[in-house]
C-alpha cells in the first residue's frame, strides 16, 4: 500500500518544481526562517537533513541555530523529506531537487 503522502518518482522522472508546489511553498519558508542566518554552509547542512536525517557534527558546532532550526518540526519540511525519500532511486532527479534548492537559498 502506497502512503498517501508519498511522491511517486519514476526512474524516468525529471525534476520540475511546478509539479511540487507544497515542496516549493516549504523551500520558500525555509528561505525567509533562514534569510538572517547567512553561512556557506546554509544549503549543504538543509539538503543533508532533508536527503538523509544526518548533518555533520562540524556543522552543527559551527551553525548550531540553523541545525536547531532545519530539525525542529517548525521548519515544516515534511513534503521535502517524503519528495526526498521518494526520488533515492532517481539519482539526475535528485540532483535537479537539490540544485533547486541551492539555487533558491543562495540566490542573493
Known sequence: MIDPGQYI???THTFGIEEFPEVQQ??????????????????DIIISFLKDHM???EWVLAEPELVA??????????NLERLF?????NIPFLFGLEN?????????
Open 9 to 11: 518518482v519514476s526512474e
Open 26 to 43: 516549504e523551500i520558500l519558508r525555509i528561505l525567509e526562517k533562514t534569510s538572517r542566518m547567512p553561512s556557506p554552509r546554509k544549503a
Open 55 to 57: 548533518i555533520k557534527s
Open 69 to 78: 532550526l532545519i530539525t525542529s518540526s517548525q521548519a515544516g519540511t515534511k
Open 85 to 89: 525519500a521518494s526520488g533515492r532511486k
Open 100 to 108: 533547486y534548492i541551492r539555487k533558491i537559498l543562495l540566490s542573493p
